[in-house]
Each structure stands twice: as C-alpha cells, then as structure tokens.
C-alpha cells in the first residue's frame, strides 16, 4: 500500500492560520470517514489531535479542525503558537482492512 | 489512565528475529472497543503501520511486511508482541505500540484511529 501524501513541509507566523493537506485515494481517504491526524513533538510519541475527519479528542484545543474533500483530507490550525511547531501526520482506514499514515508534513512557526 | 510499555531488546543482529511485548495497564486488553497495534518509525522518517490485533486473534498486517511479521495477544498477562524475521538495517527505527478503536456496522469492523501510544523502544539493527 502506498503512503498517504502530504507536503513535507508548511511555515506560518504567529497568529495565521495554516491548512496542511493529506491525499490518498478513492480506496482509502476517499472510500472512508476514517481519517486521523497525529502531533508528534521531537523524541515524543505521536498525539491524536483529529478523528473521524473533523472530531477533536477531549482536551485538543479548538484552534484544530479537520476536513475532507473527494480523496483530500486537511487539518487546519488557526492562531499558530510556537508549541505547534511539530510534525504532523494523517492516517486513514483502507479498503484492504488495513491502516496507512502519511508521509508527514513539519510545521514551522516563524 | 491507560497505560502502554514496550519491551524487548535494543539490539538486534541482521538476519535474526526482532521480538517486543507491550504490555497493558489501567484497561482491559480483552475489549470489544479496541484492536491493539504496532507503529515504527525510522531515525527521522515517518511512521509506518505495522500491523493490530483483536483480543479474539483476529490480526491485519502491512502487506510490505506481511511475510516477516507476526503479532499475538496474551490476555492473561493483558500484553500482545511482535515478531519481526530476517530483520536488516532498514528495520532500525522506534518501535510504538498503540491502541486501535474499533468501529463495527452491521457487517464490517473498523479500525478507526490510535489513542493511547506507548513511548516508544528503540531497536537498532547490526551486527
């Protein structure tokens, strides 16, 4: 299977609001409601910040929503602080009963 | 609070079988709600689904490992391992264990995301 594909790397300021985007195919992101997004801080294990395309985990700030067209998915952070600097991956459910991530994406905040 | 631990070896000699248990505290490994799955991650790549597992024994494997990879589940000590053959250098990398919800229609079950991680183990493979 293949990875999922996102952009290896995003910059915004303080305060913008950034999209990052995560393609897959009518197999996976496109066949499925099943997408995830994971923070992962330097030398941390990976934290669930988005399910089910656009639902937050109890205790993930509201400045993180999720959203999905045909076989794109896309995380959206408004109002970047410097602790969201970090690397994000997708994830979705495949028609092969299988799991895929993304490739990753490091956000930067300038 | 849940809890996850892996456990195993930090060194591993080419062409031998990589072996890591995790073990399960604060819930029930034997869930109806919940696969239980193994991540790693290359020294600064991406993550990379390994395989999961349902308490029953039911187990889903990356077709890019599925002929080195096995995963099994101990109820009894609430702990489920990998194994991992003919490992190689490009095996090396951070080995998670993570629980897996679980999502049942009428007629499929789902695996819908990873939401508890363990820390991570290290395994580095050479000689």
């Known amino acids: 299977q293949s990875a999922l594909t996102q952009p290896a790397s995003v910059s915004g300021s303080p305060g913008q609001s950034i999209t990052l985007s995560c393609t897959g195919t009518?197999?996976?992101?496109?066949?499925?409601?099943?997408v995830s997004w994971y923070q992962q801080h330097p030398g941390k294990a990976p934290k669930l910040m988005i399910y089910?395309?656009?639902n937050r985990p109890s205790g993930v700030s509201n400045r993180f929503s999720g959203s999905k067209s045909g076989n794109t998915a896309s995380l959206t952070i408004s109002g970047l602080q410097a602790e969201d600097e970090a690397d994000y991956y997708c994830?979705?459910?495949?028609?092969?009963?299988?799991?895929?991530f993304g490739g990753g994406t490091k956000l930067t905040v300038l | 609070q849940l809890q996850l631990q892996e456990s195993g070896p930090g060194l591993v000699k080419p062409s031998e079988t990589l072996s890591l248990t995790c073990t399960v505290s604060?819930?029930?490994?034997?869930?109806?709600?919940?696969?239980w799955g193994w991540i790693r991650q290359p020294p600064g790549k991406g993550l990379e689904w390994i395989g999961s597992?349902?308490?029953?024994?039911?187990?889903y494997y990356n077709p890019s490992l599925k002929s080195r990879v096995s995963i099994s589940v101990d109820t009894s000590n609430n702990q489920f391992s990998l194994r991992l053959t003919s490992v190689a250098a490009a095996d090396t990398a951070v080995y998670y264990c993570?629980?897996?919800?679980?999502?049942?229609?009428?007629?499929?079950?789902?695996?819908?995301?990873?939401?508890?991680w363990g820390q991570g183990t290290l395994v580095t493979v050479s000689s």
């Open positions: 993570a629980r897996v919800s679980r999502y049942c229609s009428t007629t499929t079950c789902y695996s819908k995301l990873f939401d508890y």
């Open positions: 604060g819930g029930s490994i034997s869930s109806s709600s919940y696969y």
């Open positions: 597992i349902y308490y029953g024994g039911s187990t």
């Open positions: 009518s197999s996976d992101v496109g066949a499925y409601n099943f």
């Open positions: 089910d395309v656009t």
């Open positions: 994830s979705s459910y495949t028609s092969s009963s299988t799991l895929v």
